[in-house]
């Protein structure tokens, strides 16, 4: 069966993550996915130490499966062939600096008037509109502004930023469901669509519960550091060769744990009779819990736990998880394939569909690959193809 998305091509405009993450999975949905880039030197990514082979592995992770046009869109020929291009497609993904593509001339309202049924989708750190609109998208700050930073802090009180890039992966996610959505109702009402899709927005939309304790209190949703706020023992323990995550969110996950750490004398003491008792004493508890946990290992721990279905893990890193038997078994690690032979692993694409198996795509477009056959399927010639080619358009 042919993938969801086989009958739609997305022209991309895209840099470093959040716009790029969007259009790997579109393509990994099976929509042809053209990639724009700058002649000679291509987009930001592609320059990211360390390399494999002449690849950047930060490009190569979230750009599998497109096809590479080089254009110089800063030139009249250059936007001309862009708008040539966009006229047969259904989706422009882009995520440069608001007012970017308005310079450029290639901007929703200049490219409408050539598709009017395209649904083109901006992406940026602030949004197109707002106090805030020109500010840099970074990811970071994003994390700070948002109040994301707020609620993890180091043992000195100063705020932590999360290691994975989480508001560029937020807005990318919000932008994949949101330009499906667009196509669903444009093959529906005939319509296009003006996606305005921003980091900070979508990162706030993550606060979720954590939002609504605010809402709530009007109060700032504290610190969760190694503890989750409302039960307890809850949290990051240390055994006796490292660390485990220990989630007892129930009376019979509390039950369950005492009889795992033979520590059924816990139950009957008044101080841990109910979960609020249990938070209120969190620091006596885990004390207690530790210097038990101590004389096992985080590996002989977890198993003792999973097997009385309490919820519990060993802390891996962005080594170890995909050494790990599960994640073998949900097959999320992919080998894509350099201009040069060799092989990177990427995460595959994590979404599992009865009707459709996703087989991968191993391309890794060399900068301007497709340029020549994209600018053929969009009309031109072999002669205009060079003279656009000396002229250093493409």
């Given at each position: 069966m042919?993938?969801?998305l086989?009958?739609i091509?997305?022209?991309?405009?895209?840099?470093?993550v959040?716009g790029?993450?969007?259009?790997?999975?579109?393509?990994?949905?099976?929509?042809?996915?053209?990639k724009?880039?700058?002649?000679?030197?291509?987009?930001?990514?592609?320059?990211v130490?360390?390399?494999?082979?002449?690849?950047?592995?930060?490009?190569m992770?979230?750009?599998?499966?497109?096809?590479?046009?080089?254009?110089?869109?800063?030139?009249?020929?250059?936007?001309e062939l862009?708008?040539?291009?966009?006229?047969?497609?259904?989706?422009?993904?882009?995520?440069?600096?608001p007012?970017?593509?308005?310079?450029l001339?290639?901007?929703?309202e200049?490219?409408?008037?050539?598709n009017?049924?395209?649904?083109?989708c901006?992406?940026?750190?602030?949004?197109?509109?707002?106090?805030?609109?020109?500010?840099?998208?970074v990811?970071?700050?994003?994390?700070?502004?948002?109040?994301?930073?707020?609620?993890?802090?180091?043992?000195?009180?100063?705020?932590?930023?999360?290691?994975?890039?989480?508001?560029?992966?937020?807005?990318?996610m919000?932008?994949?469901?949101?330009?499906?959505?667009?196509?669903?109702?444009?093959?529906?009402?005939?319509?296009?669509?003006y996606?305005?899709?921003?980091?900070?927005?979508s990162?706030?939309?993550?606060?979720?519960?954590?939002?609504?304790?605010?809402?709530?209190?009007?109060?700032?949703?504290?610190?969760?550091?190694?503890?989750?706020?409302?039960f307890?023992?809850?949290?990051?323990?240390?055994?006796?060769?490292?660390?485990?995550?220990?989630?007892?969110?129930?009376?019979?996950?509390?039950?369950?744990?005492?009889?795992?750490?033979?520590?059924?004398?816990?139950?009957?003491?008044?101080e841990f009779?109910?979960?609020?008792?249990?938070?209120?004493?969190?620091?006596?508890?885990?004390?207690?819990?530790?210097?038990t946990?101590?004389?096992r290992?985080?590996?002989?721990?977890?198993?003792?736990?999973?097997e009385?279905?309490?919820?519990?893990?060993?802390?891996?890193?962005?080594?170890?998880?995909?050494?790990?038997?599960?994640?073998?078994?949900?097959d999320?690690?992919?080998?894509?394939?350099?201009?040069s032979?060799?092989?990177?692993?990427?995460?595959?694409?994590?979404?599992?569909?009865?009707?459709?198996?996703?087989?991968?795509d191993?391309?890794?477009?060399?900068?301007g690959?497709d340029?020549?056959?994209?600018?053929?399927?969009?009309?031109?010639?072999?002669?205009?193809i060079?003279?656009?080619?000396?002229?250093e358009?493409i």
């Amino acid at each position: 069966m042919a993938a969801p998305l086989s009958d739609i091509t997305v022209v991309e405009l895209t840099q470093m993550v959040a716009g790029p993450h969007a259009g790997m999975h579109l393509a990994d949905m099976g929509a042809e996915v053209i990639k724009i880039e700058r002649p000679e030197y291509g987009e930001i990514a592609r320059n990211v130490e360390p390399k494999v082979g002449d690849e950047s592995f930060y490009y190569m992770t979230v750009n599998r499966g497109k096809r590479s046009v080089t254009l110089d869109l800063k030139s009249e020929h250059g936007r001309e062939l862009f708008l040539d291009i966009v006229e047969d497609a259904d989706v422009v993904l882009e995520n440069y600096t608001p007012g970017t593509v308005s310079e450029l001339g290639i901007d929703y309202e200049t490219v409408r008037e050539r598709n009017s049924e395209i649904i083109y989708c901006s992406v940026s750190g602030f949004g197109q509109t707002g106090p805030r609109s020109d500010d840099p998208g970074v990811d970071f700050i994003v994390q700070a502004y948002t109040g994301v930073a707020s609620m993890t802090r180091d043992t000195d009180g100063r705020p932590l930023r999360m290691g994975v890039t989480v508001s560029d992966l937020a807005g990318a996610m919000y932008a994949l469901q949101a330009i499906v959505a667009s196509v669903r109702r444009r093959d529906r009402e005939g319509v296009g669509d003006y996606i305005d899709v921003s980091l900070s927005d979508s990162l706030l939309s993550f606060l979720s519960t954590r939002a609504g304790h605010s809402f709530a209190t009007g109060e700032p949703f504290p610190s969760v550091a190694r503890s989750h706020v409302y039960f307890a023992p809850e949290g990051i323990f240390e055994t006796a060769d490292g660390y485990i995550q220990i989630s007892t969110v129930t009376e019979k996950h509390w039950e369950k744990l005492c009889d795992v750490l033979d520590r059924e004398d816990l139950l009957e003491r008044p101080e841990f009779e109910t979960i609020d008792d249990r938070c209120q004493h969190r620091d006596e508890l885990n004390e207690i819990l530790e210097a038990t946990l101590s004389e096992r290992s985080a590996e002989e721990w977890v198993e003792l736990m999973k097997e009385r279905g309490i919820p519990a893990s060993e802390i891996n890193d962005t080594q170890s998880i995909w050494e790990d038997e599960h994640t073998e078994a949900r097959d999320m690690q992919f080998d894509v394939e350099t201009e040069s032979g060799e092989t990177f692993p990427t995460i595959a694409y994590p979404v599992k569909h009865e009707t459709w198996e996703w087989d991968g795509d191993e391309y890794i477009a060399p900068l301007g690959a497709d340029t020549e056959s994209v600018l053929k399927s969009a009309g031109y010639d072999d002669d205009e193809i060079e003279t656009l080619r000396e002229k250093e358009v493409i």
